[in-house]
């Protein structure tokens, strides 16, 4: 188990790991490396299967999009070829498409930037666009734009194939559980809001053994760590983990949940270390499950 918010003796193996790993070049987006590949004969009997070979497939998609293809692939789903994946360059601009390999249609992102940020407005019924960014390598194809109306951030998501709306959600300022509540400011600079307040037992000093449950997050809302993804709490005494931490869990109530807003002085500094980055302000939703060995009340 890992905690990002662990300092000292747990962290320093994970820094021997990812200072190797960071070495490594990252693997491709949707790579298969569980499943063993099939015997050649096999792949060939897929290949040979199909209504639209590679070869048709790479025309229709150059002639659909009016490109170059850079690069094709093949994609099998129970031992049967669905789709081709393409590659293309357009106008200086790389693009993705899927080939049908029954019917030979052609899917990709045929929306335009300006395009997506207008059905984003409409959807909003107007308002300011801050950022706008297209994913490729989603199903299908989206262009997330970031609309500003009534004082509310909306993450609009715009399929790129056909200009329909995917989601419009409302966005946190904060990621993580929203709340109503006045933020604290500490002397120290941390900061934190009480999602939940708690009605148990206050760890001792910082010595305390806590048991909890967090999520962590960059300011732009990337998680980083999270003991509810995996399904377990974690324990450790506030004293080994980053000073944000064990002064702001060290005053939470037993069955309390509290959003730490951490800033980068208080966590990893201005170096960082492995997934998160120099200078990095953290926010972390933390519930406060249990003081393992606390005098009963």
Not at 34 to 52: D, F
Not at 182 to 210: F, H, M, R
Request: proline share 6%; charged share 20%; with cysteine.
């Amino acid at each position: 188990m890992r905690c990002f918010a662990c300092t000292a003796s747990t962290i320093a193996s994970m820094l021997v790991c990812s200072s190797v790993l960071a070495q490594a070049p990252a693997a491709p987006a949707g790579a298969d490396y569980t499943t063993l590949p099939p015997e050649p004969v096999e792949t060939q009997k897929q290949l040979e299967a199909a209504k639209v070979s590679m070869m048709q497939a790479v025309e229709t998609a150059e002639k659909a999009m009016s490109g170059q293809s850079l690069a094709g692939r093949a994609i099998t789903k129970d031992g049967v070829v669905t789709s081709y994946e393409v590659i293309l360059t357009c106008n200086g601009l790389q693009k993705r498409v899927l080939v049908d390999a029954v019917n030979g249609k052609v899917t990709g992102a045929v929306v335009t930037m300006p395009a997506a940020v207008t059905k984003a407005l409409e959807k909003t019924k107007g308002g300011v666009v801050r950022e706008a960014a297209m994913n490729p390598a989603a199903e299908p194809p989206v262009i997330t734009c970031a609309v500003f109306k009534d004082g509310q951030r909306h993450d609009v998501v715009v399929n790129a194939v056909d200009g329909s709306i995917v989601s419009d959600t409302m966005m946190s300022r904060f990621p993580g559980d929203a709340f109503t509540g006045q933020i604290v400011t500490l002397p120290s600079g941390l900061q934190y809001v009480d999602l939940k307040e708690g009605t148990g037992a206050t760890p001792a000093d910082k010595n305390a053994v806590v048991k909890v449950h967090y999520t962590g997050w960059l300011v732009d809302g990337k998680k980083f760590d999270s003991s509810v993804d995996r399904g377990e709490p974690a324990s450790f005494a506030l004293s080994g983990v980053i000073p944000g931490w064990t002064e702001g869990v060290g005053s939470m109530k037993v069955g309390g949940k509290r959003k730490l807003i951490v800033p980068f002085m208080l966590a990893y500094g201005e170096r960082g270390r492995g997934p998160i980055p120099a200078k990095a302000t953290l926010v972390f939703d933390v519930e406060l499950l249990e003081i393992p060995n606390a005098p009963q009340q």
